[in-house]
């Protein structure tokens, strides 16, 4: 089990396969649709409904077989990928023309045991990709220009396929939200949206409630002229909130740390009051804290924040002359200044609207990042 999870090895849940298929387009007998990393075949068996069957058992599985393209570094999830399509086929027809699995699987044999990364040349026959690849942390398999060391293997699986499609090829992918949202992968954003038109991002949403991974539906078409923007929103050009505040996460992570060193106020999500102010002598909890404490004044911001929420950015404002130990459920924004108007000017700025439609728009999940908290627009001139 472990070196499944390992190979990033989850299966793809019905409904979010079903939306993913939903994202295709153009799609007709003549399409060429692979999984580049299939496992057993959930995404391949949503795509089949958009397809008739022929007469016989036989002409049908010919038939998808010639559409449906497949690759899974694992034997026994191709062989469950490929019985699984044939069933779908068998339950189409009162009686089969033929019962033999083997001769029935071997109308299959474009899909295939195999790392994808040696089959870059089918790619290029390809009109659509249709994936959910694994979220591990993977070393780069080649040299990128836009990254170095260990990175999301997703990044490096749709790399791959961006650069081995044909201009005109639909990508659509399942992903982690950290590619959309996160700083680190800015480059990599840039480069997919410097290949391909028409990006649509979707659906972001857990991708299962045992996994606890946010994810995002992308699709695109390949198309190397285009220079495509992926984020509307160009954070070089205007005033930000990290041009007057430090933003970090709060240190102190309760079931890991141990309770040694000077006991301090312990800030957490639950003792901290909405978009009020809170000085640290009323802080109701108390904790032993070996590392990082912040002094205030700052602002206290919950990490939790989804899109149906009314608020996103909920902060509180914290004064007093103590250090603070912080739960990691917060996120911290302290002012440059050290002045308190100051934050009290970013509590007034996070109630605003336009602090909920830009975190709309700039991540759907529900937790806000420090880049995304980073970027608000804050306007220095009220300073
Ligand atoms: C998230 S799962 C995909 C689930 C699948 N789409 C489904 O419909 O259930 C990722 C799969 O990628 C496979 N995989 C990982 N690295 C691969 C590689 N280099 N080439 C092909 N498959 C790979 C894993 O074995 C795993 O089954």
């Not at 019962?99 to 045991?113: A, F, G, P």
């Not at 195999?114 to 249709?130: K, P």
Request: aromatic letters at 8%; a negative charge.
């Amino acid at each position: 089990m472990e070196e499944l999870r390992d190979n990033g090895v989850f299966f793809t849940g019905d409904i979010l396969s079903k939306n993913a298929v939903a994202l295709l387009k153009d799609i007709s007998i003549d399409s060429r649709i692979i999984d580049p990393a299939c496992g057993a075949g959930n995404l391949l068996i949503s795509v089949i409904p958009l397809f008739p069957e022929a007469d016989t058992l036989t002409n049908t599985l010919k038939l998808w077989g010639n559409i449906l393209y497949g690759y899974d570094l694992h034997h026994e999830f191709i062989k469950a990928a490929k019985l699984r399509i044939i069933l779908e086929a068998k339950n189409r027809f009162d009686q089969s023309d033929e019962t033999d699995i083997s001769i029935l699987e071997s109308y299959l044999n474009n899909i295939r045991v195999g790392n994808i990364f040696n089959h870059s040349v089918q790619l290029m026959d390809m009109t659509h990709i249709l994936i959910n690849p694994p979220f591990t942390k993977a070393s780069l398999p080649e040299k990128f220009n836009w990254a170095s060391g260990s990175i999301n293997s997703a990044a490096v699986f749709i790399n791959f396929c961006i650069k081995h499609i044909k201009n005109e090829t639909q990508i659509v992918a399942i992903l982690p939200e950290v590619l959309r949202s996160g700083s680190s992968y800015r480059k990599w954003r840039e480069l997919v949206a410097s290949n391909s038109k028409g990006i649509n991002i979707s659906q972001c949403e857990q991708f299962d409630t045992k996994t606890n991974v946010d994810i995002f539906l992308l699709s695109l078409i390949k198309n190397q002229e285009s220079g495509f923007a992926w984020n509307q929103i160009d954070s070089e050009k205007y005033s930000q909130v990290s041009d007057f505040f430090d933003i970090s996460v709060g240190p102190v992570v309760p079931h890991r740390d141990k309770l040694e060193g000077t006991e301090y106020p312990f800030l957490k999500a639950k003792n901290t009051p909405r978009w009020e102010s809170i000085d640290t002598e009323n802080i109701s909890e108390r904790r032993s804290y070996l590392g990082r404490t912040v002094l205030p004044p700052f602002v206290a911001l919950r990490r939790t924040s989804s899109p149906s929420d009314r608020d996103r950015a909920v902060g509180t404002v914290i004064t007093g002359d103590t250090p603070v130990a912080v739960e990691n459920h917060l996120i911290i924004a302290k002012p440059s200044s050290g002045d308190v108007s100051d934050c009290n000017k970013l509590l007034e700025v996070f109630k605003d609207k336009s602090t909920n439609d830009f975190l709309n728009e700039r991540i759907r999940c529900r937790h806000l990042t420090v880049s995304a908290v980073k970027e608000i627009p804050f306007d220095g001139g009220v300073l």
